[in-house]
């Protein structure tokens, strides 16, 4: 995920002062568009600084469980095909001795 250029606490600021019309100009004063206004009111909608700090915090530690889930289900599948070559390696050399 791209890191923003904003901390939490910015975007909070600016979505508290975003609350009054006109929405383009606190955009045109913090340099962002209006649009990124509206999907941070869309992603964060009423919650306070510190609930936005929580919300990072669990999306990080999701990532992490992924990545973590991810590696086990790779070394699973490494390990049923080593499974599956030795496999195929005993048929063969049975089959070689008949």
């Known amino acids: 995920m791209k ?16 609350d009054r019309p006109p929405i383009a100009e606190v955009a045109k004063r913090h340099g962002v568009t209006e649009q990124s206004i509206y ?10 600084a510190d609930e936005v700090r ?8 999701n990532a992490g469980l992924k990545k973590l889930l991810a590696e086990r289900d790779l070394e699973i599948e490494v ?5 599956r070559k030795r496999w195929y390696a005993r048929q063969f050399h049975e089959s070689r001795r008949c």
């Open 3 to 18: 890191k923003s250029r904003y901390s939490d606490e910015q975007i909070d600021r600016i979505l508290r002062e975003a």
């Open 54 to 61: 929580n919300l990072k915090a669990l999306e990080q530690e």
């Open 39 to 48: 999907g941070w009111r869309k992603r964060f909608g009423e919650m306070a």
């Open 79 to 83: 390990m049923k095909e080593i499974s």
